[in-house]
């Protein structure tokens, strides 16, 4: 499986942007990044992905580098209930990899300050 | 719009029982991942479905097993159970490679 590395932990001020790196460098052509988000005790939540260009949703941007092998988790305006840890994930393309597990790393554990 | 349903919610056992999780996919989704986490930790891949097919394997002790039913809805079935088996456990569907993940189980074993 691909390895991704991520800060441990993230601070931010309310309703100011933040900007959550990943670096994968070992990424291939056909990888998907994705993003999730866990709040304590709920189950992920799927925040954004992408293979190649930058994208954009309602709850966040992503910007990849030209180079796939970092990329960048935009939250425009953070709020309190951003507060929670942000996996950068990897996943496989193409339909044989159906299935394929998806391999939580330590994640990025943000704080947002009133 | 429909989510991944879980139950039960909470569950508590004795050590040396069982205990069956369920866990009913978005409609239309074909794949179902189960997953698993201790306290303090992050989510650990146990198994897959793909049309109720295992299609994944991770680090699923021998004392549990899981099967997708025709419904594509999937069980969990965890026998002899011990106390590090304590943990939150989510299941997560998929059409396509996208996962979405349901509220978790959270199992207690006493």
């Known amino acids: 499986d691909a390895k991704t590395t991520q800060p441990n932990s993230m601070e931010s001020n309310e309703e100011e942007p933040v900007h959550l790196p990943c670096n994968h460098s070992?990424?291939?052509?056909?990888?998907?990044i994705h993003w999730y988000r866990q709040l304590p005790s709920q189950g992920p939540e799927y925040v954004i992905h992408?293979?190649?260009s930058n994208v954009n949703n309602r709850m966040a941007s992503l910007a990849i580098a030209e180079d796939r092998k970092s990329s960048t988790l935009i939250l425009h305006r953070a709020t309190l209930r951003d507060a929670a840890v942000y996996y950068c994930?990897?996943?496989?393309?193409?339909?044989?990899?159906?299935?394929?597990?998806?391999?939580f790393g330590p994640g990025t554990r943000l704080s947002v300050l009133p | 719009a429909a989510g991944v349903i879980q139950s039960p919610r909470h569950l508590i056992k004795e050590k040396r029982e069982t205990a069956t999780l369920k866990c009913y996919p978005i409609p239309r989704h074909d794949t179902v991942y189960w997953y698993q986490q201790g306290p303090g930790q992050d989510p650990q891949f146990l198994i897959s479905f793909y049309e109720k097919m295992q299609s994944d394997k991770g680090s699923i002790p021998d004392r549990f097993s899981a099967q997708q039913f025709s419904d594509y809805h999937s069980e969990l079935n965890m026998s002899s159970l011990e106390l590090g088996d304590s943990a939150l456990y989510f299941c997560?569907?998929?059409?396509?490679?996208?996962?979405?993940f349901g509220p978790g189980t959270r199992l207690l074993v006493l």
């Open positions: 992408g293979l190649t």
């Open positions: 070992t990424i291939s052509g056909t990888d998907y």
């Open positions: 994930i990897l996943r496989p393309g193409g339909t044989d990899n159906y299935g394929q597990n998806f391999v």
């Open positions: 997560a569907s998929s059409f396509g490679g996208t996962q979405y």
